[in-house]
């Protein structure tokens, strides 16, 4: 039996109550009578059925059937009673409970249990519809963002290898001094805006997790040469000394991405020279077995004597868009990209980046690598090709006087530069506009060497090259070396035009070093393997 007053509150029960309910009174006086019961499945508007005739004092016209939060099932009959404090308007009601077995209470809860389950997976399924409906909303977005960047690198690299193509011919004419520091200046400012795209674009592809190393044989000796020969001359232009030093190089012939490694060097040289008004900038190498089986762990420091960064901005310099203060950043400018970039390279080759600096008392940065050794094979190998593939050629000339170009692409511009540039390196050349012209000029004339833009109309350049591999321009031009030249620069373009048959890759804007290199690369390969 269990009493309770009209607003459904429990007064009392007796114990043979609160031995089948499993209840104490001390527990429950003056608890909602609902505290009683296990509202599952339809069991609430039985409950609800009981507090009005609660409320209302009237006798409940027929049993109801409802488990109590023991578990077991109770058919309960009410009734109202006479208060048993009339003065206060208390009134009670009497329930007579009797317990159905537990075994069939169960299995009365098994279907309840089993709807309430089936209910439970149904929200779950919807949480995972809008779950994965947000993520096909991002996943759009960010194909948004990569075709949006595609389009903005082409737009801008295209205009861009005419201003740097031209710069980089003019200065090898005869030029007065003026003239001189004009050239250079549109040549420096053309570098900027190409170092900016590339920033984006790589912290775009770092971000979207695309980012992709390639492993090749790697002289460290020659990628310090190779830095070392472009940044004495920006070092040389501020009055500063610039040293590289090498005190151990235990290993210098290593598996690993030779662009992003001097990437990360050209980076943080750069930066200690443009923060750098007097003294010296200086980068040291050093090379030992790594912790890591077969690598061979690569520490660079580089140290200047500039302006240095006070320590409240040395935490978050790695950060993406997070340069010093104000002021030097309206001084000297930048994203604030290159170093969340260099860290991040670090990282994916096994390695990392620190910085120690003082303001006004100049930096320095290390950065370590651990990448595979390259084993003996690898090693002859490269230095067997030390005058071949990948070298670097002195300009201008070639080897091969037979060795006639066709340049096909729809821009004028880049046309005529890149026209220039091949006959300044001593190649005849000639040109058409369009890949259907392309087709027909490689089957009328004889041609070693296919300068090809991508991106064209009515057909774009790998389309032609696809119907020149399956015989379109004259089954004897089949395998004519064809070279992809493009403005497109996203993960993944050069992957394409390899796929597509084409043999090489440039990206705009073109320089004289790079296009002789390329075509150093097709000559060996029309000499050795007869293309």
């Known amino acids: 039996m269990v009493l309770s007053d009209r607003e459904g509150r429990v007064v009392w029960f007796n114990s043979a109550f609160e031995n089948l309910g499993q209840f104490e009174l001390a527990r429950f006086k003056g608890n909602s009578v609902r505290d009683l019961f296990d509202e599952i499945d339809d069991s609430g508007s039985a409950i609800e059925q009981l507090l009005v005739s609660i409320k209302e004092g009237d006798a409940l016209s027929n049993d109801l059937e409802l488990y109590l939060k023991s578990g077991s099932l109770f058919k309960i009959s009410g009734y109202a009673v006479a208060g048993v404090d009339s003065d206060q308007g208390l009134f009670s009601l009497t329930f007579q409970a009797v317990a159905a077995p537990r075994e069939s209470g169960r299995k009365k809860q098994e279907p309840r249990l089993t709807r309430k389950l089936e209910k439970a997976n149904a929200d779950l399924e919807d949480m995972l519809a809008n779950l994965r409906s947000e993520v096909e909303q991002i996943k759009g977005a960010n194909e948004a963002k990569t075709i949006f960047l595609a389009n903005m690198s082409h737009e801008i690299r295209t205009p861009m290898n005419a201003v740097v ?6 200065t090898n004419t005869s030029l007065d001094s003026e ?10 400012s053309g570098q900027v805006l190409i170092q900016l795209i590339n920033q984006i674009l790589d912290y775009s592809k770092i971000e979207s997790g695309h980012l992709e190393l390639y492993s090749e044989r790697t002289n460290v000796l020659e990628l310090l040469a190779e830095t070392q020969a472009i940044m004495a001359g920006r070092a040389r232009m501020k009055g500063i000394d610039f040293v590289v030093e090498k005190p151990n190089l235990e290993y210098t012939y290593v598996m690993g991405d030779c662009i992003r490694i001097k990437q990360i060097m050209m980076n943080l040289l750069g930066n200690a020279i443009k923060f750098t008004k007097k003294g010296r900038v200086s980068i040291q190498a050093s090379s030992s077995k790594s912790e890591l089986e077969g690598c061979a762990s690569l520490r660079f420091e580089i140290k200047d004597t500039g302006i240095g960064i006070d ?6 310099l790695f950060q993406p868009f997070r340069q010093g203060n104000r002021e030097v950043n309206r ?26 600096s003082r303001s006004n008392e100049g930096s320095r940065f290390t950065f370590e690598l651990n990448l595979p050794i390259a084993d003996k094979d690898d090693v002859e190998e490269l230095l067997s090709k030390k005058d071949g593939i990948g070298s670097t050629m002195d300009l201008p000339g070639h080897s091969d006087d037979r060795i006639k170009i066709l340049v096909v692409d729809d821009n ?10 091949s006959e300044y390196l001593g190649y005849e050349v000639r040109t058409v506009s369009n890949g259907l012209q392309a ?13 090809m833009d991508i991106r064209m109309a009515p057909i774009n350049g ?10 379109e321009a004259g089954e004897a031009n089949r395998d004519i070396y064809i070279i992809a030249l493009t403005a497109h620069a996203l993960e993944g373009d050069r992957e394409k035009c390899l796929d597509a048959g084409l043999n090489d890759y440039l990206s705009k804007p073109l320089n004289l070093e790079q296009l002789s290199r390329s075509l150093k690369r097709a000559e060996h390969a029309i000499v050795t393997q007869g293309i």
């Open 165 to 170: 193509g031209f710069c980089d011919l003019l």
């Open 179 to 188: 003239q001189r520091e004009c050239v250079d200046a549109i040549y420096s």
């Open 311 to 316: 320590d409240k901005h040395l935490t978050k």
């Open 331 to 356: 001084e000297f400018g930048g994203t604030g990209l290159g170093l969340a970039i260099c860290k991040s390279l670090c990282l994916a080759m096994n390695g990392d980046i620190q910085v120690e």
């Open 412 to 421: 004028p511009n880049n046309l005529l530069i890149t026209t220039k540039l």
């Open 439 to 451: 087709l027909e000029a490689i089957e009328e004339e004889c041609f070693s060497i296919v300068l």
């Open 462 to 471: 790998i389309e032609t090259s696809v119907r020149i591999r399956e015989g």
